[in-house]
């Protein structure tokens, strides 16, 4: 080193830096993927802005850096590679030997000297290293993905890619046959083959827009959701578990996969779809799409078993997760990599990333309870109501026009003394309520059943009234139920109850206050203890212990407690009984009944109960004086309690307000903020799911805080607009700050946002899924180290397109499929394939492999087992037949065959999948138990040509006939000759097999 | 479609495919050019010095101050506390007690006098084969983070483990079996915490994916023909099939993946009876099976796994992982509790194996070639976790890991914790270093052994860190 210092002071010191010239985009792109990486990776360590300590004075990150040179002088003389220190540094070829750890390979240092040909051409002009940082974000504006879209006046798909063509010399293919139209298409857009039906109806359309209405069709179908939500389950990262060693399942997430293919199937806009799953609770929280479309965002992994030392930085990589995946699935930018240092390659200053995540700081998975569909409750009240009236209506007429009759008709008889001597009174309820929510059915022997909600401690109020008098005791029964858990008595999961306040006060049905009344624990049938369990602890003055009856479940049990003094007001009587449940958690009573009783003290425990309505009314009409006009109403309201036909008008009533619809709420996986954070197994330590700030990290260590991060955005792609244009403060009272929804908002402006790169992403996801490889080769990455398109105005064109048509995916999936370039054949021109081997031009179809799901729920098709039911919980079952979507997805236990089939494992955003040949997909497809039932399924059919239509969409050739008939016979003597019963369909069976086996069937042309 | 094969990897997602019996293409030439084929042998960055790895993973944390770090100063300081000592080190803030002198004896073994804990017998044996690293620390005091530390240089999901790595730098030299392959305990104890992630190909494609052998019912999926399809008729149908497939393919012989795939299925044929041969055990002779201890109730299960492995290297098999114990607690070297009955335990079921397996690959010839690992996720503490029978908690500052075989110097100790165990203190030897040396020692420079995934081009042992091969083990 010492030589090296010392050679560096001998060099001249040289020119004055030069104005860069006007940029010429191939040598900027060249520069950006040729040079830039090399001098990141193998020079900024000692010579930039981010160095520990700078070497010989010499920047090489920025353009002003190299042209003005360090210790020993310019760097480099554009144009004139020779005279360039840096050349000759980078060949070894003087004493100065750059990079001094090692020479760059032959084929870099000739990238060098061309760069420097061409004048070296330097995006990052001046300044980069005067900057602290070596980003220039405007400099970093002109790159081609972060400028506006420039879509070509009157251009066409074909006529952009034919241009390019023509200018090659290559002459695109031909369309392929309609039979192969019609089966890529359908693949394309259902993941399904056309049924053999589909085919000849196509085949017999000779409109000119038959292939038009085919496509209009199959947007239609059902099966297009399914097939494209699953294509942007992979974006989304998106698996049904946390993930790591525990790998909890998260209940009720599917809910994000089935928003997935609603939005698909009913062309939600591109830009309310991403802003829904961003912040579709904050845009539009009636709406319970929205809500579901939020489970992207908290669809990454997370480590449920955590000590107290890694929760904060477990909570920083949740972040990252949302703000890395927000990047890769709608911009296409890697800027996670922004976590620990500033982007090494695109524009994005560390300290934007951190602005981007905190909009995600308190935003947490939460369990919501939604109303799936706000129309469907209100038209069901509505109904309800419209069905209600009469009965009520009916219950009125009838109580006018017939009762007064009925009850003289009654009163006639003489009922009063048919009434044997009553020792218990069933009290009428006239109120029954549950402070904590449970809900009471009347029961017609004049108890009520406890239903719905069982909280954890509870306090009831019952009400009743009577115009008995000289009432000594009540007593209150806890009855046996069917639909108690061991029968019952009580409602906790042991069938026990435990009573712990037992009160009863009483007031003048007129009006005045309520008194308190005395009440002594008499007659008990059975109590747990003598002590805190005991009937007497529910009625003393300690809030503790209560009257329970374990072990005797499934029994009726009841308990008389007496009254200091017997009760009874001239007017009548309001007894309000407060029942208190907090000795033990959801301990309530199941079915209780009220009674008094006027016998003297201590009143007996049994004896015949009686209805209140009829006691009253013998005592009334006993009396035997006349009626006045008021009693006589009374009267007959008393007697309508027990008029069978009043009662049963009565029943309808209450039974269809029993009915009266409730709102119905799911459980939906979400995420939010302001909500309980969903449960895990970490909060056991105290985990505190997150932390009120997000700070700038240095190098993404926890432990290196710097400032706290304030929202912001990735500023390259803003132009000239103030923040402020996207963040708005939130409502008042509003329960989430906003922050997603101003996220929201900047992702799709067009204007000055991100909008035009967020239409380029989206075109080209569609166009690489249909074409086999996106304009952007790279669908994640539109950064500098991603692939640039080739076809920048055929993208541009799209999106534009995209826009203008009010985002609508299915007229673009409609413009790709529609062009010649889509529906040209597969042949192998060698002509053409000498010209462009890669096919980048697109002169041929490039026949692709089904993907996993499409290769099973295909098998499933052909087999005849395709289970079509949609939505809803997945399954680990490998053996279901529904569509592969509908498989859980637990990232410990991915399914097998998806893996076999290059599913890609769901941790972070994945742009596409590869094509994989491996000898496991072959022993699949050789030896699996359903590859084996597809064939069965098929084997069903005996007509070759009808077999060959349903596994390949064609009838066989005379050849592959004869094959087949070759094979058959051998293999049914065989299947014979071990005596095996109906060796033909065994035969056929394997047959089957052969022909799903084929690469027809997986490849599709 | 002539993608370069590094154009073709780019493209792959992130994988985690269940069977890496991809390697199996490779051999045949069916994927004419080593561009479209992820699994054709490649030649090292530079001379290997083995050609295939045998990891013992001792799963849960095996107690350095036990085993193979013999620590005097803690007998006399038995009882005394450890001054300084943060209370979160280990997992259990609760249940600190002071330090504790090791339960077993020590005594010199071999002709460098490397004094060994008793419970290796027959180890102790082989210490002039073995080079002791004392140094090792990692950044995790919790089992599955500290694991995918181990196997991925990266405490998070996600990135690919060592066997993955290998297995894309130099590709598969096997002709009928998996390049990688994983086993775990077969005794019902549970997979290693964090399961398949621990020999996932993370953001490499999933053809690196170990191959994970069931230790119940079939050791690998699809491997049996069906029933019906005894004798010759699965072998009639793959005529047909490959009849019928070749008529399409004349009509398109560009069309090399689909000429790929109908090899595929001669090779999966000829797979079905290459995987059950290598691992039919029956075929060794009795003295092999006794001197792994087959015969050894203690140990019949480990010692049939390290029979497998010696097996499966003879066949060309690159990277083989087998866990020792199973999940947590009792059921792995994790001794919270009673680290006398624990480790003794797990010391008895692998002593009589890994040493036979030592002796077997030397007999043969083999384990020059072979790098044997031992080591686990993270060490123990020097102080006791209280209890009835008192055990250790996790320590991430300091463990030990041994190698033995190909390439690697015998009877040598590097780098060394502080007196008692504690901490590595003389020449720290981080999971990078160790990553870096392993590969170095199969012929790949961690540095240039990268993959580009997240637009970075990624590497075992981190972009941000400098690993160093630990050359004073090297021979």
Same mark, same amino acid.
């Given at each position: 080193?010492?030589?090296?210092?010392?050679?560096?002071?001998?060099?001249?010191?040289?020119?004055?830096?030069?104005?860069?010239?006007?940029?010429?985009?191939?040598?900027?792109?060249?520069?950006?993927?040729?040079?830039?990486?090399?001098?990141?990776?193998?020079?900024?360590?000692?010579?930039?802005?981010?160095?520990?300590?700078?070497?010989?004075?010499?920047?090489?990150?920025?353009?002003?850096?190299?042209?003005?040179?360090?210790?020993?002088?310019?760097?480099?003389?554009?144009?004139?590679?020779?005279?360039?220190?840096?050349?000759?540094?980078?060949?070894?070829?003087?004493?100065?030997?750059?990079?001094?750890?090692?020479?760059?390979?032959?084929?870099?240092?000739?990238?060098?000297?061309?760069?420097?040909?061409?004048?070296?051409?330097?995006?990052?002009?001046?300044?980069?290293?005067?900057?602290?940082?070596?980003?220039?974000?405007?400099?970093?504006?002109?790159?081609?993905?972060?400028?506006?879209?420039?879509?070509?006046?009157?251009?066409?798909?074909?006529?952009?890619?034919?241009?390019?063509?023509?200018?090659?010399?290559?002459?695109?293919?031909?369309?392929?046959?309609?039979?192969?139209?019609?089966?890529?298409?359908?693949?394309?857009?259902?993941?399904?083959?056309?049924?053999?039906?589909?085919?000849?109806?196509?085949?017999?359309?000779?409109?000119?827009?038959?292939?038009?209405?085919?496509?209009?069709?199959?947007?239609?179908?059902?099966?297009?959701?399914?097939?494209?939500?699953?294509?942007?389950?992979?974006?989304?990262?998106?698996?049904?578990?946390?993930?790591?060693?525990?790998?909890?399942?998260?209940?009720?997430?599917?809910?994000?996969?089935?928003?997935?293919?609603?939005?698909?199937?009913?062309?939600?806009?591109?830009?309310?779809?991403?802003?829904?799953?961003?912040?579709?609770?904050?845009?539009?929280?009636?709406?319970?799409?929205?809500?579901?479309?939020?489970?992207?965002?908290?669809?990454?992994?997370?480590?449920?078993?955590?000590?107290?030392?890694?929760?904060?930085?477990?909570?920083?990589?949740?972040?990252?997760?949302?703000?890395?995946?927000?990047?890769?699935?709608?911009?296409?930018?890697?800027?996670?990599?922004?976590?620990?240092?500033?982007?090494?390659?695109?524009?994005?200053?560390?300290?934007?990333?951190?602005?981007?995540?905190?909009?995600?700081?308190?935003?947490?998975?939460?369990?919501?309870?939604?109303?799936?569909?706000?129309?469907?409750?209100?038209?069901?009240?509505?109904?309800?109501?419209?069905?209600?009236?009469?009965?009520?209506?009916?219950?009125?007429?009838?109580?006018?026009?017939?009762?007064?009759?009925?009850?003289?008709?009654?009163?006639?008889?003489?009922?009063?003394?048919?009434?044997?001597?009553?020792?218990?009174?069933?009290?009428?309820?006239?109120?029954?309520?549950?402070?904590?929510?449970?809900?009471?059915?009347?029961?017609?022997?004049?108890?009520?059943?406890?239903?719905?909600?069982?909280?954890?401690?509870?306090?009831?109020?019952?009400?009743?009234?009577?115009?008995?008098?000289?009432?000594?005791?009540?007593?209150?029964?806890?009855?046996?139920?069917?639909?108690?858990?061991?029968?019952?008595?009580?409602?906790?999961?042991?069938?026990?109850?435990?009573?712990?306040?037992?009160?009863?006060?009483?007031?003048?049905?007129?009006?005045?206050?309520?008194?308190?009344?005395?009440?002594?624990?008499?007659?008990?049938?059975?109590?747990?203890?003598?002590?805190?369990?005991?009937?007497?602890?529910?009625?003393?003055?300690?809030?503790?212990?209560?009257?329970?009856?374990?072990?005797?479940?499934?029994?009726?049990?009841?308990?008389?407690?007496?009254?200091?003094?017997?009760?009874?007001?001239?007017?009548?009587?309001?007894?309000?009984?407060?029942?208190?449940?907090?000795?033990?958690?959801?301990?309530?009573?199941?079915?209780?009944?009220?009674?008094?009783?006027?016998?003297?003290?201590?009143?007996?425990?049994?004896?015949?109960?009686?209805?209140?309505?009829?006691?009253?009314?013998?005592?009334?009409?006993?009396?035997?004086?006349?009626?006045?006009?008021?009693?006589?109403?009374?009267?007959?309201?008393?007697?309508?309690?027990?008029?069978?036909?009043?009662?049963?008008?009565?029943?309808?009533?209450?039974?269809?307000?029993?009915?009266?619809?409730?709102?119905?709420?799911?459980?939906?996986?979400?995420?939010?903020?302001?909500?309980?954070?969903?449960?895990?197994?970490?909060?056991?330590?105290?985990?505190?799911?997150?932390?009120?700030?997000?700070?700038?990290?240095?190098?993404?260590?926890?432990?290196?805080?710097?400032?706290?991060?304030?929202?912001?955005?990735?500023?390259?792609?803003?132009?000239?607009?103030?923040?402020?244009?996207?963040?708005?403060?939130?409502?008042?009272?509003?329960?989430?700050?906003?922050?997603?929804?101003?996220?929201?908002?900047?992702?799709?402006?067009?204007?000055?946002?991100?909008?035009?790169?967020?239409?380029?992403?989206?075109?080209?996801?569609?166009?690489?899924?249909?074409?086999?490889?996106?304009?952007?080769?790279?669908?994640?990455?539109?950064?500098?180290?991603?692939?640039?398109?080739?076809?920048?105005?055929?993208?541009?064109?799209?999106?534009?397109?995209?826009?203008?048509?009010?985002?609508?995916?299915?007229?673009?999936?409609?413009?790709?499929?529609?062009?010649?370039?889509?529906?040209?054949?597969?042949?192998?021109?060698?002509?053409?394939?000498?010209?462009?081997?890669?096919?980048?031009?697109?002169?041929?179809?490039?026949?692709?492999?089904?993907?996993?799901?499409?290769?099973?729920?295909?098998?499933?098709?052909?087999?005849?087992?395709?289970?079509?039911?949609?939505?809803?919980?997945?399954?680990?079952?490998?053996?279901?037949?529904?569509?592969?979507?509908?498989?859980?997805?637990?990232?410990?236990?991915?399914?097998?065959?998806?893996?076999?089939?290059?599913?890609?494992?769901?941790?972070?955003?994945?742009?596409?999948?590869?094509?994989?040949?491996?000898?496991?997909?072959?022993?699949?497809?050789?030896?699996?138990?359903?590859?084996?039932?597809?064939?069965?399924?098929?084997?069903?059919?005996?007509?070759?040509?009808?077999?060959?239509?349903?596994?390949?969409?064609?009838?066989?050739?005379?050849?592959?006939?004869?094959?087949?008939?070759?094979?058959?016979?051998?293999?049914?003597?065989?299947?014979?000759?071990?005596?095996?019963?109906?060796?033909?369909?065994?035969?056929?069976?394997?047959?089957?097999?052969?022909?799903?086996?084929?690469?027809?069937?997986?490849?599709?042309? | 479609?002539?993608?370069?094969?590094?154009?073709?990897?780019?493209?792959?997602?992130?994988?985690?495919?269940?069977?890496?019996?991809?390697?199996?293409?490779?051999?045949?030439?069916?994927?004419?050019?080593?561009?479209?084929?992820?699994?054709?042998?490649?030649?090292?960055?530079?001379?290997?010095?083995?050609?295939?790895?045998?990891?013992?993973?001792?799963?849960?944390?095996?107690?350095?101050?036990?085993?193979?770090?013999?620590?005097?100063?803690?007998?006399?300081?038995?009882?005394?506390?450890?001054?300084?000592?943060?209370?979160?080190?280990?997992?259990?803030?609760?249940?600190?007690?002071?330090?504790?002198?090791?339960?077993?004896?020590?005594?010199?073994?071999?002709?460098?006098?490397?004094?060994?804990?008793?419970?290796?017998?027959?180890?102790?044996?082989?210490?002039?084969?073995?080079?002791?690293?004392?140094?090792?620390?990692?950044?995790?005091?919790?089992?599955?983070?500290?694991?995918?530390?181990?196997?991925?240089?990266?405490?998070?999901?996600?990135?690919?483990?060592?066997?993955?790595?290998?297995?894309?730098?130099?590709?598969?030299?096997?002709?009928?079996?998996?390049?990688?392959?994983?086993?775990?305990?077969?005794?019902?104890?549970?997979?290693?915490?964090?399961?398949?992630?621990?020999?996932?190909?993370?953001?490499?494609?999933?053809?690196?994916?170990?191959?994970?052998?069931?230790?119940?019912?079939?050791?690998? @999926?699809?491997?049996?023909?069906?029933?019906?399809? #005894?004798?010759?008729?699965?072998?009639?149908?793959?005529? /047909? %099939?490959? *009849? &019928?497939?070749?008529?399409?393919?004349?009509?398109?012989?560009?069309?090399?993946?689909?000429?790929?795939?109908?090899?595929?299925?001669?090779?999966?044929?000829?797979?079905?009876?290459?995987?059950?041969?290598?691992?039919?055990?029956?075929?060794?002779?009795?003295?092999?099976?006794?001197?792994?201890?087959?015969?050894?109730?203690?140990?019949?299960?480990?010692?049939?796994?390290?029979?497998?492995?010696?097996?499966?290297?003879?066949?060309?098999?690159?990277?083989?992982?087998?866990?020792?114990?199973?999940?947590?607690?009792?059921?792995?070297?994790?001794?919270?509790? @009673?680290?006398?009955?624990?480790?003794?335990?797990? #010391?008895?079921?692998?002593?009589?194996?890994?040493?036979? /397996? %030592?002796? *077997? &690959?030397?007999?043969?010839?083999?384990?020059?070639?072979?790098?044997?690992?031992?080591?686990?996720?993270?060490?123990?503490?020097?102080?006791?976790?209280?209890?009835?029978?008192?055990?250790?908690?996790?320590?991430?500052?300091?463990?030990?890991?041994?190698?033995?075989?190909?390439?690697?110097?015998?009877?040598?100790?590097?780098?060394?914790?502080?007196?008692?165990?504690?901490?590595?203190?003389?020449?720290?030897?981080?999971?990078?270093?160790?990553?870096?040396?392993?590969?170095?020692?199969?012929?790949?420079?961690?540095?240039?052994?990268?993959?580009?995934?997240?637009?970075?081009?990624?590497?075992?042992?981190?972009?941000?860190?400098?690993?160093?091969?630990?050359?004073?083990? /090297?021979?």
């Amino acid at each position: 080193m010492k030589k090296l210092t010392l050679l560096l002071l001998l060099l001249p010191v040289g020119a004055a830096p030069q104005e860069p010239p006007a940029p010429d985009r191939e040598g900027v792109e060249f520069f950006e993927k040729k040079i830039r990486p090399v001098l990141v990776d193998r020079c900024y360590s000692c010579h930039s802005a981010e160095a520990k300590k700078l070497k010989g004075e010499l920047y090489v990150d920025s353009r002003e850096g190299l042209l003005k040179g360090g210790e020993t002088g310019p760097s480099i003389v554009p144009g004139d590679p020779e005279k360039s220190l840096l050349i000759k540094a980078i060949r070894y070829a003087d004493d100065l030997k750059m990079p001094p750890k090692g020479k760059l390979s032959k084929e870099v240092v000739e990238d060098f000297v061309a760069w420097v040909k061409r004048g070296a051409p330097d995006p990052r002009g001046k300044g980069a290293s005067t900057a602290k940082k070596g980003i220039n974000i405007e400099t970093g504006r002109s790159y081609w993905a972060f400028q506006p879209l420039h879509p070509p006046a009157g251009a066409t798909v074909d006529g952009l890619l034919r241009a390019k063509l023509a200018a090659a010399g290559i002459a695109p293919n031909g369309p392929a046959d309609r039979r192969k139209l019609i089966r890529r298409a359908t693949f394309d857009l259902i993941g399904l083959p056309p049924t053999p039906a589909e085919v000849d109806a196509f085949l017999a359309d000779l409109a000119p827009d038959a292939y038009e209405k085919l496509i209009d069709r199959l947007l239609a179908r059902p099966e297009y959701g399914e097939r494209w939500a699953r294509h942007w389950l992979d974006v989304a990262r998106f698996a049904e578990s946390h993930g790591f060693e525990q790998d909890y399942d998260r209940e009720n997430a599917y809910y994000y996969r089935d928003f997935l293919i609603q939005a698909f199937n009913r062309d939600l806009p591109y830009d309310q779809f991403v802003q829904w799953q961003i912040a579709g609770d904050e845009l539009a929280p009636a709406e319970p799409l929205a809500w579901m479309a939020t489970g992207f965002l908290g669809a990454g992994v997370f480590p449920t078993q955590l000590t107290e030392a890694e929760f904060e930085s477990a909570r920083y990589d949740e972040l990252d997760s949302m703000t890395s995946t927000t990047g890769s699935a709608f911009l296409g930018l890697s800027i996670g990599c922004a976590r620990c240092h500033d982007h090494k390659f695109d524009p994005f200053p560390s300290r934007d990333y951190y602005r981007l995540a905190s909009t995600f700081t308190t935003a947490i998975r939460a369990m919501a309870e939604l109303r799936m569909d706000p129309e469907g409750d209100r038209a069901a009240l509505a109904t309800w109501e419209a069905e209600h009236a009469p009965l009520v209506a009916d219950l009125a007429k009838f109580e006018k026009d017939e009762l007064p009759a009925r009850f003289d008709h009654w009163a006639a008889g003489r009922p009063w003394e048919k009434q044997a001597s009553r020792v218990w009174t069933v009290l009428d309820l006239v109120e029954t309520k549950s402070h904590a929510g449970a809900a009471f059915v009347p029961q017609p022997d004049g108890s009520v059943l406890a239903t719905g909600e069982n909280p954890k401690n509870d306090k009831w109020t019952f009400r009743a009234r009577t115009t008995l008098k000289g009432l000594t005791a009540v007593r209150l029964e806890a009855l046996k139920d069917a639909s108690l858990k061991k029968g019952g008595p009580g409602r906790a999961d042991n069938g026990n109850f435990s009573l712990s306040d037992f009160r009863l006060t009483v007031r003048p049905v007129a009006g005045g206050a309520p008194v308190p009344v005395k009440l002594s624990a008499g007659a008990v049938t059975f109590e747990q203890n003598k002590t805190d369990l005991s009937a007497a602890s529910s009625v003393d003055a300690d809030k503790g212990g209560g009257w329970a009856v374990d072990p005797q479940f499934g029994r009726d049990h009841a308990a008389v407690f007496t009254f200091a003094a017997p009760i009874g007001f001239p007017e009548g009587t309001e007894l309000t009984f407060d029942f208190e449940y907090n000795n033990n958690v959801h301990h309530a009573i199941g079915r209780p009944r009220l009674s008094v009783t006027s016998t003297p003290p201590p009143a007996a425990l049994d004896g015949e109960a009686k209805a209140q309505a009829l006691v009253e009314l013998c005592e009334l009409l006993r009396e035997g004086t006349a009626l006045d006009a008021a009693a006589r109403e009374r009267a007959i309201a008393v007697y309508g309690r027990i008029d069978e036909e009043r009662v049963r008008r009565r029943r309808a009533v209450d039974a269809h307000l029993a009915a009266k619809p409730a709102p119905k709420v799911t459980k939906v996986l979400v995420c939010t903020e302001g909500l309980k954070p969903l449960k895990h197994h970490a909060d056991e330590r105290g985990f505190p799911h997150f932390y009120k700030e997000t700070y700038v990290l240095s190098r993404g260590d926890v432990n290196k805080k710097q400032d706290v991060a304030t929202q912001g955005f990735i500023q390259v792609l803003e132009r000239g607009a103030d923040e402020k244009r996207w963040v708005a403060p939130p409502p008042a009272g509003s329960r989430t700050p906003g922050r997603r929804a101003a996220l929201a908002r900047w992702l799709t402006d067009v204007d000055a946002g991100a909008g035009p790169l967020l239409a380029r992403v989206i075109v080209n996801r569609l166009w690489a899924q249909h074409f086999g490889r996106g304009l952007v080769a790279t669908p994640n990455d539109f950064g500098v180290q991603g692939d640039p398109p080739t076809h920048p105005e055929l993208l541009d064109f799209l999106a534009a397109e995209l826009i203008r048509g009010g985002w609508q995916l299915k007229p673009i999936h409609k413009r790709m499929m529609a062009s010649a370039a889509y529906r040209q054949s597969t042949e192998v021109v060698p002509e053409s394939a000498k010209k462009d081997p890669d096919n980048r031009l697109l002169w041929r179809r490039d026949p692709h492999r089904l993907e996993a799901e499409a290769i099973r729920d295909s098998l499933l098709e052909v087999g005849g087992l395709l289970d079509r039911k949609m939505y809803g919980p997945g399954t680990l079952d490998e053996g279901m037949t529904r569509r592969s979507i509908y498989f859980f997805i637990k990232r410990s236990k991915l399914i097998p065959m998806m893996m076999v089939f290059d599913a890609p494992e769901p941790l972070v955003s994945q742009g596409g999948r590869p094509t994989t040949t491996i000898a496991p997909q072959a022993l699949l497809f050789m030896n699996s138990p359903l590859v084996r039932r597809c064939a069965a399924g098929l084997a069903k059919e005996a007509d070759l040509n009808q077999l060959y239509r349903r596994a390949l969409g064609r009838p066989p050739t005379e050849r592959e006939l004869q094959k087949a008939g070759e094979f058959l016979s051998a293999q049914e003597k065989s299947y014979r000759d071990t005596g095996k019963p109906d060796p033909a369909l065994a035969a056929r069976v394997d047959f089957c097999q052969a022909l799903l086996c084929l690469n027809e069937f997986v490849y599709v042309d | 479609m002539n993608l370069t094969r590094r154009e073709l990897l780019a493209k792959a997602g992130n994988g985690f495919g269940l069977l890496g019996l991809a390697s199996l293409l490779s051999q045949e030439n069916l994927l004419a050019d080593e561009a479209r084929d992820p699994l054709a042998p490649r030649p090292p960055h530079f001379k290997a010095r083995a050609k295939a790895v045998i990891w013992i993973f001792v799963n849960g944390g095996p107690s350095h101050v036990d085993t193979w770090d013999y620590k005097p100063e803690l007998e006399k300081r038995d009882g005394q506390e450890l001054p300084g000592f943060n209370k979160f080190t280990g997992f259990f803030a609760n249940e600190v007690g002071g330090l504790m002198k090791s339960p077993f004896k020590f005594s010199p073994q071999g002709q460098c006098g490397k004094m060994v804990s008793e419970i290796f017998p027959n180890l102790g044996k082989h210490v002039d084969r073995m080079a002791f690293i004392h140094s090792g620390w990692t950044e995790s005091n919790n089992h599955s983070p500290a694991l995918f530390m181990m196997n991925s240089g990266e405490t998070r999901m996600g990135h690919p483990c060592v066997g993955s790595w290998v297995t894309y730098g130099l590709g598969s030299e096997s002709r009928n079996l998996p390049s990688f392959v994983v086993m775990s305990d077969p005794l019902g104890r549970g997979l290693p915490k964090g399961s398949a992630q621990n020999w996932g190909a993370g953001f490499l494609p999933s053809v690196y994916q170990g191959t994970y052998l069931k230790p119940a019912g079939a050791p690998i @999926d699809n491997m049996a023909p069906p029933a019906e399809l #005894a004798g010759d008729r699965q072998r009639r149908q793959l005529d /047909l %099939l490959r *009849d &019928l497939n070749g008529q399409s393919i004349e009509s398109s012989p560009a069309e090399k993946e689909l000429a790929a795939r109908i090899e595929s299925f001669e090779l999966a044929y000829r797979m079905q009876a290459a995987a059950p041969e290598a691992l039919d055990l029956a075929s060794e002779p009795d003295h092999i099976q006794k001197l792994y201890g087959l015969d050894n109730k203690k140990c019949t299960h480990f010692a049939k796994q390290c029979l497998i492995a010696r097996r499966m290297v003879e066949r060309g098999v690159r990277f083989v992982q087998i866990y020792s114990g199973g999940m947590e607690n009792q059921l792995s070297w994790d001794g919270h509790k @009673d680290i006398e009955g624990n480790h003794r335990g797990f #010391a008895d079921e692998t002593d009589q194996p890994v040493a036979a /397996l %030592l002796t *077997d &690959l030397q007999q043969r010839g083999l384990l020059d070639q072979t790098l044997v690992i031992w080591g686990g996720e993270f060490g123990r503490l020097p102080i006791a976790q209280k209890g009835g029978k008192p055990g250790r908690d996790h320590n991430p500052h300091a463990f030990t890991t041994w190698m033995a075989g190909g390439g690697v110097k015998g009877g040598v100790s590097y780098g060394a914790t502080d007196e008692v165990g504690f901490k590595a203190v003389e020449n720290r030897v981080s999971v990078h270093d160790l990553h870096a040396t392993i590969l170095n020692l199969v012929g790949l420079d961690n540095q240039k052994l990268t993959f580009k995934h997240n637009s970075l081009e990624q590497r075992l042992t981190t972009i941000t860190v400098d690993a160093k091969v630990i050359k004073e083990i /090297l021979a």
